[in-house]
């Protein structure tokens, strides 16, 4: 019997030949990345339990991205920072990303793709459950808290019971008006928010395949939103394109066996594709765009891991371009170098940047920012009753802020789509 | 580890999430500073709407205004409770608050994980669907040992899953506990 990629990836990480689901072992941690709302607490916990001098197991294999509470006025918040600052100093870690200096990245999944720290068949573990997202370099990665987080700092390891795999299979081409989004709200309507429970979502086929690396991590971002251990697609020449330049490690290239045991399998027409939302107040809510556009939207927000990346505001900007939105529309670039990216990436000459500004969007900063809601001054926060239709990955009550406002989760296209009109409304009619 | 925890149910629904349990505007107090820490006593579980907060009724507060705990030992769920983010803060706000154990029909991984891990309180498994049978301050009794869980105010017992290898963690303590314990790490 063979095995899939996560299993091989775990196996190899245990020194055993070979794993089976279910079972528990302790794994070999090639990278742990940590951010501001789980890195203090994480530092105490090991100062806890291996002293307080302890030293981590291997600096050059921590990570500590602030991105989650950074521009805003909340003491702790900024007090937070203070304290990874300290860490970092005091056990000399060479991977910090520190506010306010010309380090600064912002979003922590799109900032590790960045700095080539996803590297094909290595396991990353991170204090947040978009750690996922990494998982389109063909490695294995997921999300933990403080203690798990701790223990690695400490020892380098962590037990780990093996997932098993549902393979997602997307035959023939996406049509041009589908995105990574698209596809994945699609299938957690399919299979629920807990529809993958502690297992592993394996994304193929030959329409996957030919996604971009970007789109590929949006595909693994919202493994979490059903439930998913990790989202996992085997890396290729895309993948080592991307890298080149980022790291000096190529990596494990592992693919599944083609006599894999599956949990699950299931196989789409890409072609047969169409624009989705997830309507309030749960991911696997799943309704077709062109079936809501009777829903009238105060707010539209693109940006997050998921929906804030380059790719995502090029395909924004298409829309954009030449056009006014309807509604308060807030573009939040991830990371440091997609808002550079805004500024060099022209569409017919104009730059992103200049699109929204003369659709009348209004420009916030790299970070996290509304997505989770936040300290009550975030960029984009909901305050009331607002209905926001957003890039992100959570539409949970609550999630950006105000219990009272609904959020339905969407692709770039479908958003700013819905930005122009004022409601919900399918991009084909735009592209 | 406690063989027996009883004590007044605080009934939620299916698919409560880490942003009901502690919403992300809270996440900033620290967790190991004790005058801080209280505060997630406070805000444990005020992300739920009020319609869905101690089911079968609702509008039923977990803390009272002004507490930092709750009257409530034990919290009963659907499925998929704790879904989201991995925020430890969630296991270990309901565990400041005063919660002994969280009984549910299944829980997301994470959060599992945390509550064991962590040794906030154990994550108990239902075999069948319980939380529309138990109404929030019915008197509940699990005993560990045999489990089962009890509603003593209706007179109905329950089965609870096999803890299986995660026993091991629950009875050290903690992972760490349980890594010195099993040679892992040293003392």
Known sequence: MGMTITEKILAAHAQRDRVEPGENIWVDVDVLMTHDVCGPGTISIFKKQFGKQAKVWDPDKVVIIPDHYIFTKDEKANRNIDILRDFVKEQDLPHYYDVGTENYKGVCHVALAEEGFNRPGEVLF?????????????????????????????????????????????????????????????????????????????????????????????????????GGKNGIIEADQVTKEYNQGKTSIDGQFYSSDSDAKYYYKKTYDASKMEPVVAKPHSPDNKALARECEDVKLDRCYIGSCTGGKTTDFIAAAKLLK???????????????????????????????????KNA???????????????????????????????????????????????????????????ALTGHITDPRKFL | MKKIIEGPAYVLGNNIDTDQIIPA??????LSDPEEKKFYGQFALSGVPDAQSGLPKGQMSFVNEGEFSSPYKIIVGGNNFGCGSSREHAPACLE????????????????????????????FETEVSVYQEIETDDILRIDVEKGTLENKTKNKTYNLKPLGDVADIIEAGDIFQYAKKAGLIKT
């Open chain 2, 96 to 123: 400041i608050a005063g919660v002994e154990a969280v009984v549910a029909e299944s829980f997301a991984r994470i959060f599992y994980r945390n509550s064991i891990d962590g040794g906030f309180f154990i994550p």
């Open chain 1, 322 to 356: 030449g056009n006014t939105v309807k509604i308060d529309t807030y573009i939040v670039p991830a990371t440091v170098e997609v808002e550079k990216d805004l500024s060099i990436q022209k569409i017919e000459g104009e730059t992103l940047l200049d699109i929204f």
């Open chain 1, 360 to 418: 009348g969007c209004r420009i916030g900063e790299p970070s996290c920012a509304a997505c989770l809601g936040g300290p009550a001054d975030t960029f984009g926060r909901t305050q009331g009753e607002e209905i926001v239709i957003s890039t992100t990955n959570r539409n949970f009550p609550g999630r950006m802020g105000s219990k009272k406002s609904s959020v339905y989760l969407a692709a770039p296209y479908t958003a700013a789509a819905s």
């Open chain 2, 25 to 30: 505007d809270k996440l900033m107090y620290s």
């Open chain 1, 126 to 226: 991170g204090t947040d459950s978009h750690t996922s997202t990494s998982g389109a370099f063909g490695l294995f990665s997921t999300g933990i808290g403080n203690t798990d987080a701790a223990f690695i700092l400490g020892t380098g390891k962590l037990w780990v019971r093996i997932p098993e795999t549902m393979r997602f299979e997307f035959t023939g081409e996406f049509p041009p008006y589908i995105m990574a989004k698209d596809i994945l709200l699609q299938v957690i309507g399919d299979i629920g928010v807990d529809g993958a429970t502690y297992r592993s979502m394996e994304w193929t086929g030959e329409a996957v395949m030919s996604l971009s690396m970007e789109e590929r991590m949006t595909l693994c971002n919202m493994a979490i939103e059903a």
